[in-house]
Every structure is written in C-alpha cells, then in structure tokens.
C-alpha cells in the first residue's frame, strides 16, 4: 500500500529531477567520480575540504582527477542494501539498462511499506490536528437545504480553513458541477463530494519520493526558521536507515552551534555520519558532505540549511550558492531540493513555497506540525498555485510523526 519512499535503481540515462534552471554550469562534468584513497566508511566528522574559497574556485579537483570504479557505489547500494521487494510498478521501470551491468538488473522496489495499523494511528493524529478546521466545514452541511446559503457558509469556512481566495472558488465551482450532476438534493451527500473534489485538487500534490536513481541521492531541505527542517531530517534519517539506506547528514546550518548539536544528536541516535564544521561555510560543508558522500558509498546525502526569511535576499542568495556549489560536487545534484513548512503558518506557508521555489526550484515539500493548530486549507492553496509534491507532512515531534502524503486520506481528515 503506502510506502515511505520509493527506490528506483539508478539508469545511466536519468534525466535530473530538477531542470538546473538558473544555475551556473559545472565546470567540468565527472559522472562517478570517486577518489581511491577515500575509505569507504571514513570516520565521523570529518571535514573533506576546509578551505571554503578552494571550493567555490576548484570545485573539481579533489574528485576529478580518478576515474569511475566500475559502479561498485551503485551495485552496493541497490544489490546489497534493498528490503525485499514489497512491489514493482511496472511503470517505474528504468527506461534504457544501465551501462554498469551490477545494477541494471536491479528493478525498482518499493520499500518500508507502512503496516495498516501505524497508518491508522497516524490518520487520528491528523484528524484531531486538524478537528476544530473540520467541524467547521461540516457545520454548513448539517442544514437541509442545498441552497445559496449553504454555498456562502462553505466559502466563508474554506476561507478561514487557510484555503485562499483561488481554492476556494476552484472547489466551489467544482462542487456546484458535482451536486448537478448527481442531481442530489440531501446536503449531508455535498461534504461527500466536497471530500472527493477536494481529494481531486490534492491529487498531485502525492507523489512518493524517488531514491536510488542516483549514487548517492542528494536531498537538499531549506525553510524558515523554526519551520521543522532539522527535526524532519532526524525523523527521515531513521526511515532512511531503517530501510537499509546509508545516510550522510550536512550540517549546513553553521550560524548557530545549537543547530549543529541538535543534528549531531539526529546523526547519533540513527548511528549515521554527519559532516559538521563549527563556523564554516554553509556552502563548503554541503560541498564537502556531498564529496564524502560520493567517495563513502552513501545512498542518500541529507543537507539541513539555516533558515531563511525569504525577504531577507542575502540569504536567499546563499541557499542558491549551496545549490550551486552542490552541483560542482556532483553534476547532477541536487537531486532533490525540498522546502519544510509549517502548516501553521497559514496562507503565509504559501508565499514561503512561492519565494523558495522562485529562488531554488524546488522539487518538493515537507508539511510539518498538521497536529497542531494547523487548519490544512493551504494545501489546497498549494495544490491551486504551485503543485509540488508533499512527500510528507509531520504530525508530531516524535521521529513516528512524519508520514506519507494521501489526497484521499487528506481530504477526509479535512472535512471529519
Ligand atoms: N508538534 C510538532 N512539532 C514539530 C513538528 N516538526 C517539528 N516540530 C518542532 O518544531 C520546532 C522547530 O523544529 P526544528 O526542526 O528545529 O526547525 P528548523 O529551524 O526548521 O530546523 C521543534 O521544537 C520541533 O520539535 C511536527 O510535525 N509537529
Ligand atoms: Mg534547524
């Protein structure tokens, strides 16, 4: 059924995830560069490149200069280290075989797949997250009339359920086509068809996220202050590890030492590596991370930014250059470029996911704190202005709170 991710063994011909719209060429491109002398499991923080200003001027060159060691990165990480195949969606095939013969004959899996009762539990977390925002919407229905009123009450509710002003009147239009059609006259069956239109706009904000295409999957999180970025990551870190992922965490949130020491406490509970450098630069730590990770045999590289004000252009500046200085490190990455809101941050969440994407394109979102007071609304705001995929929403602070996104299950949560 539901599953946390999904791995896909790498094809030599992926395309990149994300279109490097904007960026700076690579300099050189080196598509498996991995240095010999690196042990493949190098000690914890270990900073593989402190000088920042070499990095930014010769990205290249502590990697560039060894030639690719026939795919063992690859064959380990998919041959090795995959769950035992739960499923394989034919459309998630690779399109061409792989070059590297080890892992071309790895057929995408889907792993971790969530045993119903977990689900379950988690489905109550949200629905009394969410409570106060769906008693509210289902109020308007407990009427006998279909009626102008009934369509007025329901817009006022959607409004203040931080859906906007566009959402709102997609799904009321939406709704007046459905009531019509299944020409019922009981209001009680509308919030029925409200779930299913509200479940229709959601529907391509769900997509699973996609490891395993490259070697390894870089994954970039940037966000506001205090949004859940840190604690998102400790909490994938452990799904990641427990499905037999290695991980490798960048502390690229070098202003604070708090920020630091709060992942250094992820990496450790999860036993994985992080690369950390008090005082460094953000960029030159995601540079380095991402080398390591190339030269350990890492399946994922996980980079946690500072946070960012998206009017603070400065800083909007050096999330980019993490970006850009990312890619010097491998040509393809980052794979993933993930922003993590707070889903008590309202319509507000979705100016956040407008600047960030503007700035970084991203390729995806984190939803936190849906256990709160959050009133879920914004993801249809999302869904109307900018639909990237919410690959999970956070319904706690424990490392159980982060889920998979459903439409349908959403959608219900909602209007329950
Ligand atoms: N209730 C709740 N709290 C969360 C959730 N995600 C994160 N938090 C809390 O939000 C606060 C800020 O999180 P942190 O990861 O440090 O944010 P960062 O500044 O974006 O890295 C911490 O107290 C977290 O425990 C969530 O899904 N639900
Ligand atoms: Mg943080």
Do not use: C
């Amino acid at each position: 059924m539901f599953s946390f991710f999904k791995k896909k063994s790498p094809a030599a011909d992926a395309a990149p995830l994300l279109p490097p719209a904007g960026q700076e060429p690579a300099p050189v491109s080196v598509p498996e560069p991995a240095p010999v002398s690196a042990p493949p499991q190098a000690p914890l923080q270990t900073p593989v490149t402190p000088n920042p200003t070499k990095v930014t001027a010769e990205p290249q060159s502590p990697v560039a200069a060894e030639p690719a060691k026939a795919g063992w990165l690859r064959g380990l990480g998919l041959g090795g280290k995959a769950a035992a195949p739960a499923s394989v969606p034919a459309d998630t095939a690779p399109k061409n075989p792989s070059t590297q013969a080890p892992q071309a004959s790895v057929a995408p899996i889907t792993i971790a797949p969530e045993p119903a009762s977990s689900r379950d539990s988690w489905m109550n977390r949200l629905k009394s997250g969410l409570r106060k925002t769906g008693s509210s919407i289902a109020t308007v229905f407990t009427g006998t009339q279909i009626d102008e009123q009934l369509y007025e009450e329901l817009e006022e509710a959607l409004l203040m359920a931080d859906t906007g002003v566009k959402a709102t009147t997609h799904l009321l239009e939406d709704l007046k086509q459905r009531v019509k059609d299944s020409k019922t006259t009981d209001p009680a069956a509308v919030k029925d068809l409200l779930a299913s239109a509200l479940a229709d706009l959601l529907a391509p904000l769900e997509k699973p996220l996609v490891i395993g295409e490259h070697s390894p999957t870089v994954i970039m999180v940037a966000g506001v202050n205090g949004a859940g970025k840190t604690t998102s990551i400790g909490k994938l870190t452990k799904h990641l590890a427990d499905a037999g992922q290695s991980v490798l965490l960048a502390a690229a949130d070098t202003f604070r030492a708090a920020a630091r020491e709060q992942l250094g406490v992820w990496a450790t509970r999860n036993t994985v590596e992080i690369i950390s450098q008090e005082g460094g630069d953000p960029a030159a730590v995601s540079f380095d991370a991402v080398t390591a990770g190339k030269a350990r045999g890492k399946d994922v590289v996980l980079v946690d930014t500072a946070g960012r004000l998206p009017t603070q252009l400065h800083l909007m500046e050096e999330l980019k250059k993490i970006k850009r200085v990312v890619t010097k490190a491998d040509a393809s990455a980052p794979h993933q470029v993930l922003l993590v809101i707070d889903g008590n941050t309202g319509q507000n969440a979705l100016n956040q996911v407008r600047a960030f994407d503007d700035a970084l394109q991203l390729t995806g979102l984190i939803v936190t704190k849906l256990d709160g007071t959050a009133k879920g609304g914004v993801l249809a705001a999302i869904a109307q202005e900018r639909p990237i995929p919410v690959y999970f929403i956070g319904v706690g602070e424990k490392v159980e709170d982060l889920e998979t996104f459903s439409a349908k299950e959403f959608a219900q949560a909602l209007l329950a």
